[in-house]
Nanobody, 126 residues
Framework: EEELVESGGGLVQAGGSLRLSCTAS????????IGWFRQAPGKARERIVC????????FYADSVKGRAAISVDNAKKTAFLQMSNLKPEDTAVYYC???????????????????WGKGTAVTVSS
């Protein structure tokens, strides 16, 4: 079965950096829209970075522009989120998601992400 598993979360000081990993299994990891989302307590899930279908473009939320980057290693079936200059407001559970089925919606810019990991928690201390 198709699965995404995140790792790399933890406690980081403000101004520091962090790299999260998302490892896929059960499907060919190539050409799908894939991205990172986060959700803080009491807030809606936020789309932060996303690589569009067939690498047509990359989306960055205003809140992380200049501080976050997404990359993929197809051979290792892994996507990464590299963040720097972390701020306390970056504290959240971070989720990896991908669109691996046709569902009539955009994955990065719409609601089409149909495979989600369980999340990894990131806490940024001041």
């Amino acid at each position: 079965e198709e699965e995404l598993v995140e790792s790399g979360g933890g406690l980081v000081q403000a101004g520091g950096s962090l790299r999260l990993s998302c490892t896929a299994s059960g499907f060919i990891f190539d050409g799908y829209a894939i991205g990172w989302f986060r959700q803080a307590p009491g807030k809606a899930r936020e789309r932060i970075v996303c690589l569009m279908y067939n690498d047509l473009g990359t989306f960055y939320a205003d809140s992380v522009k200049g501080r976050a980057a997404i990359s993929v290693d197809n051979a290792k079936k892994t996507a990464f989120l590299q963040m720097s200059n972390l701020k306390p407001e970056d504290t959240a559970v971070y989720y990896c998601a991908a669109q691996i089925f046709h569902n009539g919606a955009y994955g990065c810019l719409g609601s089409g992400m149909d495979l989600w990991g369980k999340g990894t928690a990131v806490t940024v201390s001041s």
